[in-house]
């Protein structure tokens, strides 16, 4: 039994969604009980006691798009002729990089950023690998990256034309054998989908095959959508339809998937990716890096499309990315009292319920019957902070190194400021060894 008490309880309940000094009661993975310090303290005297000395009590985070594998082009200088489009920066960074990864390297290029997402108070990541020449067995190796650092994830594999039909048919294996172990482990702390990597690099053949073996596994899909122009022209010039239509015309788009991106749609895509149920994710730094575009967000949210929001590999603290979002729109249509209320939502509310989709119980919310993903954000802020004043205060105030505890599925992973039972520099350095033999092969 543990006791989280004496902090300013964030607990994103609207039945309760904020106490002064309040405790949060964790029994094995679960929330048991949520309330005043004093009491709960009362109620379980025996349990051990975290003291969060009036910091901020909250629910950790949730990324619903990450890239583990570009951890490796951190720092990497491949030279050459500048990037000047979208599919140059495929062609010549992402697909040079992938080809290289081996087993190994796909196990230490998670440590980095999970390191990162525990620091940050991100407790659960619904990550989208490829490295097609070491295929087999890839998601294992992310998979048990992720049990060493005990953050709750959801992992799929890039199927992609791009690299010839054998690694094709690989990529669809690797997704359906995950899936099959997803679920005979029957854990909530690990999932799958079916990843596809966009539309323009997945012929019929192969489009048709990826939907029967999905179908046949019961999982839904993960695929980025119109993300680049390069994406739409593709779609257009070889099936006469725009990207969304062809998705929607092979049965990709349900409630079981997560379409990412979708920059460059239309109206009627908008009301295909509503009627469908599938979930979106913004990835707002992403696209601005990538020169793509700005997503229509908020007009997907004002229909009534789940739209969540990731960080693309970005960065592994979803903060960035809800700081980004609400300054990115407002720019992009010269309004500055817009998107005030919609970077909260994705991130806040419709991760919670895109990642519920996936598992069979709670996360998001500090409640009963609740997973314990729990974070201590050590901020005291200059002006009152409370439930209608908790966001401007994210918002302006707090980065994920405010975090000072992370607690995942009840179990404490780092408490002020050390990852318990992780011997950090160790990892690090093979990790830093590995990004280099990989540079050198490039």
């Known amino acids: 039994m543990l006791v989280i008490g004496n902090g300013k309880i964030i607990t994103r309940d609207v039945a309760c969604p904020f106490i002064e000094d309040g405790a949060v009661a964790v029994e094995g993975k679960l929330i048991k009980e949520v309330g005043d310090t004093s009491v709960l303290r009362a109620k379980y005297p025996h349990a051990e006691y975290i003291d969060a000395h009036g910091r901020l009590v909250m629910p950790g985070f949730i990324n619903t798009h990450m890239h583990y594998y570009s951890t490796f082009a ?3 200088n491949l030279g050459g002729k500048p990037a000047t489009t979208f599919g140059e920066v495929l062609s010549g960074l992402w697909w040079r990089l992938d080809k290289q990864l081996t087993l190994e390297d796909v196990y230490y290029s998670c440590i980095g950023p999970m390191i990162d997402e525990i620091r940050s108070g991100v407790t659960s990541v619904i990550d989208h690998h490829a490295s097609p020449f070491a295929v087999e067995g890839s998601l294992f190796k992310i998979a048990e990256t992720a049990k060493l650092f005990g953050i709750r994830s959801n992992l799929c594999y890039e199927t992609s034309d791009r690299d010839g039909e054998q690694i094709a048919a690989a990529g669809i294996k690797e997704n359906i054998d995950f899936a099959k172990y997803c679920k005979e482990q029957n854990d909530d702390m690990i999932g799958s989908l079916f990843g596809m990597h966009a539309q323009m690099t997945i012929g019929g053949k192969t489009m048709n095959k990826c939907v029967e073996a999905a179908s046949a596994a019961g999982i839904g899909f993960h695929v980025h959508a119109a993300e680049g122009i390069e994406d739409v022209i593709d779609a257009v010039s070889k099936y006469g339809l725009r990207v969304i239509e062809r998705l929607h015309k092979y049965g990709v788009l349900s409630e079981k998937s997560i379409a990412v991106h979708c920059i460059h749609i239309t109206e009627e895509e908008m009301d295909m990716l509503k009627e469908s149920g599938v979930a979106v994710v913004h990835n707002p730094q992403s696209n601005m890096g990538n020169a793509v575009g700005v997503s229509p967000a908020l007009d997907m949210l004002k229909k009534g499309v789940l739209v969540g929001m990731g960080t693309d590999g970005y960065a592994a603290d979803v903060l960035e990315s809800f700081k980004t979002a609400a300054i990115l729109h407002k720019h992009a249509r010269a309004i500055p009292s817009v998107a005030w209320a919609e970077p909260p939502a994705m991130l806040f509310e419709n991760n919670k319920k895109i990642m519920e989709r996936f598992i069979k119980g709670k996360v998001g919310t500090l409640a009963k019957d609740h ?7 050590d901020y005291k802020g200059p ?36 990852l318990l039972n992780i011997d950090e520099e160790a990892l690090m350095a093979k990790s830093r060894e590995l990004a280099q033999k990989l540079w050198d092969r490039i």
Do not use: C, E, W
């Open 74 to 76: 951190r720092g990497m």
């Open 383 to 418: 002006t009152p902070v409370n439930a209608n004043t908790i966001n401007s205060h994210i918002l302006f105030g707090i980065t994920g190194r405010h975090v000072d505890t992370t607690i995942i599925n009840g179990k404490i992973i780092m408490q002020d400021r050390m």
């Open 371 to 377: 997973y314990a993903d729990i974070i201590i954000v």
